[in-house]
Nanobody, 124 residues
Framework: QIHLVESGGGLVPTGGSLKLSCEVS????????MGWFRQAPGKDREFVAAIRWNPRELRYKDDVRGRFTVSGDSLQNTVALEMNSLQPEDTAVYYCAAGFVPGVWDTERFYTFWGQGTQVTVST
């Protein structure tokens, strides 16, 4: 019933920037946190960043901290990921996710609903 849709992916050169956005069709009850994950070819899906609404807290994968910024609006059911200084290793399909049950919200198992993914490709 809940649908998430990502947008904003594309092809950028090394050092470039992209902003990903995610919209949720509905959230009843409200999400506890929303996150971003990515999956590179042949690799497992990995945590990138997440935002918990109340109390507000942001978490990041170590190597994106300082380059990526996650933001969102729980009332609008939106979350965004601003990505700067992109590197080829950032190339992946990026997924938006929403979770509703208290838990460790920087892990995949916390999240119940997932978007279809958007491709980010960083050229060498």
């Amino acid at each position: 019933q809940i649908h998430l849709v990502e947008s904003g992916g594309g092809l950028v050169p090394t050092g470039g920037s992209l902003k990903l956005s995610c919209e949720v069709s509905e959230a009843r009850p409200r999400t506890l946190a929303m996150g971003w994950f990515r999956q590179a070819p042949g690799k497992d899906r990995e945590f990138v960043a997440a935002i918990r609404w109340n109390p507000r807290e942001l978490r990041y994968k170590d190597d994106v901290r300082g380059r990526f910024t996650v933001s969102g609006d729980s009332l609008q059911n939106t979350v965004a990921l601003e990505m700067n200084s992109l590197q080829p290793e950032d190339t992946a399909v990026y997924y938006c996710a929403a979770g509703f049950v208290p838990g460790v919200w920087d892990t995949e198992r916390f999240y119940t609903f997932w978007g279809q993914g958007t491709q980010v490709t960083v050229s060498t």
